[in-house]
Structures are given as structure tokens and as C-alpha cells.
């Protein structure tokens, strides 16, 4: 095969690859088209960066949110549907597939799911409903396993004295339960 002709395969043969690995996600960053230019920045800049968007973004109804994280949930759903979709149809599946296979079945099992009805968390209910005092609450938000969130939120973060440690970081709350559905700055205090 004569040298151009050959560049022309493998890069044909590039081109193919790369197409079918190609990010279904826009690149990172900003993303101009989101600004909505008739804000002012310095009066509101969350609106001026994402305006736009907010005007034309449609949530669907089944869903509390919308942007790229929904995007790439929807995708992986398909994704993990197709592959115990494929389970069912081998004889030859690993014990941790089978798990995969069983789990996910009892996870979309609708009707067994309103059979059981609230049963599995029957238990931790009924410890909540049984708090009579604060020292019962913190009792409860320190009991492992249950999910009860809690006044305090901790993380691993860069130290802001200094760039090259790490820190750890937690904050509590000040304002009393219950608590917002998106906490902000002003409800949580660094300690």
C-alpha cells in the first residue's frame, strides 16, 4: 500500500474511534450563550451569567432539576438498563452481575414497592417519633445508619492559610431545623 494511501486508512481509522468516544457533554467552562446581556452584572450577576439558560431550560415534570447532571443521569440510566438487560439474557453471569441483575430488578419492582409500603424504615420512624428532648434528637443524628442528616456538615477542603495543605472544614448550622432544601452561605457558620 503506497504511504498516502496508508495515511488515509489510519486516519479514517482515527477519525472512527474518536467519533465513537466522543464527549456527548459540551466542553467546560463558560458557556457564553447562557448569558442573558440585558442584566447587569454588578446587580445581579447569577442572572447575567445564566439567564438565558433560565429562560429556555425546560425541568421535566418527573425530575427536580434540569442541566448537564440530568443529561448525564438520563444517559447512564439508559446505560445501566441496557446492561442488565443484557444479564437476563446470559447463563453465564458472575455472582456480583447476578447481584447487579437482582438488585436492579427489585429497585424498578413498582408493585412489590407499594406492597412493602414504608416496612423497611418502620424501625428508624418509629425512634424519631419517640424523641421527646434535644439530647434524644442528637441521640438519633449520631446514630450510624440512620439517615437523619444533622446540624453539621463536614469536608475535606484546601487550607486558606495556606494552598498546599488540606483542611479539614466544618460547618454548623445557625439557624434551627428544619432545615431549607438548599442551605446558604448565611445559614452556615464556619467553625
Given amino acids: 500500500m503506497s504511504q498516502p494511501r496508508s495515511l488515509v ?15 456527548r457533554v459540551a466542553p467546560w467552562g463558560i458557556y457564553l450563550d447562557y448569558i442573558d446581556r440585558d442584566a447587569k452584572p ?7 451569567a445564566n439567564g438565558a439558560w433560565l429562560k429556555t431550560a ?3 415534570p418527573d425530575r427536580p432539576s434540569a442541566g448537564v447532571g440530568l ?15 443484557e444479564l437476563h439474557t446470559r447463563k453465564d453471569i458472575t455472582p456480583e452481575e447476578v447481584k447487579l441483575r437482582d438488585f436492579y430488578d427489585a429497585f424498578m419492582d413498582q408493585s412489590q414497592i407499594e406492597v412493602a409500603g414504608m416496612k423497611s424504615a418502620s424501625q428508624d420512624l418509629a425512634a424519631i417519633a ?3 428532648t434535644p439530647e434524644d434528637l442528637a ?3 449520631g446514630t450510624p445508619g440512620l439517615p437523619t442528616g444533622g446540624p453539621f456538615a463536614a469536608y475535606i477542603t484546601t487550607d486558606d ?14 439557624r434551627p431545623w428544619p432545615r431549607p432544601a438548599m442551605p446558604t452561605r448565611s445559614t452556615w457558620r464556619r467553625c
Fill in 9 to 23: 486508512v489510519l486516519l479514517a481509522f482515527a477519525a472512527l474511534s474518536l467519533a465513537s468516544t466522543a464527549p
Fill in 42 to 48: 454588578g446587580d445581579d450577576f447569577f442572572t447575567y
Fill in 71 to 85: 443529561e448525564l443521569t438520563k444517559q447512564n440510566d439508559e446505560r445501566l438498563k441496557t446492561i442488565v438487560a
Fill in 130 to 132: 419517640a424523641a421527646r
Fill in 161 to 174: 492559610a495556606s494552598g498546599s495543605r488540606s483542611a479539614t472544614t466544618i460547618f454548623a448550622r445557625t
Fill in 139 to 141: 441521640k438519633l443524628v
Fill in 58 to 60: 425546560q425541568i421535566p
